[in-house]
């Protein structure tokens, strides 16, 4: 757990809030003041950057912005022009989705661990409390420079600038942690890194799914094709459900995301 004391309900948190909902205030569990402050603090957003964060989030906007390879990376980087654009540091609903992610790994400790699409590296320092050693990427150069910055001087964090849909990491990992990143791609970007994404857990290692299911489940069709941008959590989650050389650990179907955590077969011996 990150912190206790913390009430809420899964319910508690409402879609538009996302965006715009609650900072977190001075009577949050130490552990997420401590992150909100090393962010940015608490409080911070005004009513113009709330609105345009509403306008940039909206799932009509969100799919036409990104309907070509190359627009969904000028998009994020637009979108990183505003520093913490989903308000990482200081929303209630994404600390109460970190503390759900970090109480799906708990009971394990992992090497080397993966974060792919880090962004400013906000989630990756609470990822190095179970884990030895990170390396966070991301294809954003603003995010990316952020979370070099963040983690100068501090061992055990590589951050690095990367396109997954174009390249892979290297080597194989004891943790592979993704989170918010599939909705924008196509059918079959999320097709060809997922299958190479399954390659880069290291045998008896994890990979583990966090994705929003308010707006996003919305699409595809239900055969399983759909337009650019329809990808859904349902989606994305069952793919790797059914890979057959991972293994459902545990599936939290949450009212506002669901959490998968899957495990790699060893390899058989001899
Ligand atoms: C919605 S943010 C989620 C950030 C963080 N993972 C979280 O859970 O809050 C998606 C992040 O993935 C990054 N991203 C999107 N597509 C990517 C790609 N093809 N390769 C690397 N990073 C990507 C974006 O730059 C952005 O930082």
């Given at each position: 757990m990150l912190g206790t004391g913390h009430q809420l309900g899964d319910d508690d948190v409402m879609d538009d809030e996302r965006v715009a909902g609650p900072d977190l205030q001075a009577g949050e569990p130490a552990a997420l003041r401590h992150l909100a402050a090393a962010a940015g603090g608490i409080g911070r957003p005004g009513v113009a950057a709330a609105l345009r964060r509403w306008v940039a989030d909206d799932t009509w906007v969100k799919r036409l912005l990104t309907a070509r390879r190359w627009m969904s990376r000028a998009y994020f980087e637009a979108r990183y022009f505003i520093p913490d654009p989903w308000r990482l540091a200081t929303s209630l609903y994404e600390h109460r989705r970190f503390q759900a992610s970090m109480d799906m790994l708990a009971g394990r400790r992992y090497g080397r661990a993966l974060e792919v699409?880090?962004?400013?590296?906000i989630f990756t320092a609470l990822l190095l409390d179970r884990c030895d050693h990170v390396v966070a990427l991301d294809f954003s150069r603003l995010a990316v420079r952020r979370a070099r910055r963040r983690f100068a001087g501090t061992p055990g964090v590589e951050v690095r600038s990367l396109d997954v849909r174009v390249a892979d990491p290297g080597g194989a990992f004891d943790l592979v942690f993704c989170a918010e990143l599939f909705y924008y791609m196509s059918r079959r970007e999320f097709e060809d890194v997922a299958a190479r994404m399954v390659r880069w857990v290291a045998p008896g290692g994890d990979l583990c799914l966090v994705h929003g299911t308010s707006v996003h489940d919305a699409g595809p069709r239900a055969d399983g094709t759909g337009a650019i941008g329809e990808m859904s959590a349902r989606v994305i989650h069952d793919r790797f459900c059914r890979v057959p050389g991972l293994s459902v650990i545990h599936d939290r179907r949450l009212p506002r995301y669901r959490l998968t955590l899957l495990r790699r077969l060893e390899a058989p011996r001899g």
């Amino acid at each position: 757990m990150l912190g206790t004391g913390h009430q809420l309900g899964d319910d508690d948190v409402m879609d538009d809030e996302r965006v715009a909902g609650p900072d977190l205030q001075a009577g949050e569990p130490a552990a997420l003041r401590h992150l909100a402050a090393a962010a940015g603090g608490i409080g911070r957003p005004g009513v113009a950057a709330a609105l345009r964060r509403w306008v940039a989030d909206d799932t009509w906007v969100k799919r036409l912005l990104t309907a070509r390879r190359w627009m969904s990376r000028a998009y994020f980087e637009a979108r990183y022009f505003i520093p913490d654009p989903w308000r990482l540091a200081t929303s209630l609903y994404e600390h109460r989705r970190f503390q759900a992610s970090m109480d799906m790994l708990a009971g394990r400790r992992y090497g080397r661990a993966l974060e792919v699409g880090c962004g400013e590296g906000i989630f990756t320092a609470l990822l190095l409390d179970r884990c030895d050693h990170v390396v966070a990427l991301d294809f954003s150069r603003l995010a990316v420079r952020r979370a070099r910055r963040r983690f100068a001087g501090t061992p055990g964090v590589e951050v690095r600038s990367l396109d997954v849909r174009v390249a892979d990491p290297g080597g194989a990992f004891d943790l592979v942690f993704c989170a918010e990143l599939f909705y924008y791609m196509s059918r079959r970007e999320f097709e060809d890194v997922a299958a190479r994404m399954v390659r880069w857990v290291a045998p008896g290692g994890d990979l583990c799914l966090v994705h929003g299911t308010s707006v996003h489940d919305a699409g595809p069709r239900a055969d399983g094709t759909g337009a650019i941008g329809e990808m859904s959590a349902r989606v994305i989650h069952d793919r790797f459900c059914r890979v057959p050389g991972l293994s459902v650990i545990h599936d939290r179907r949450l009212p506002r995301y669901r959490l998968t955590l899957l495990r790699r077969l060893e390899a058989p011996r001899g």
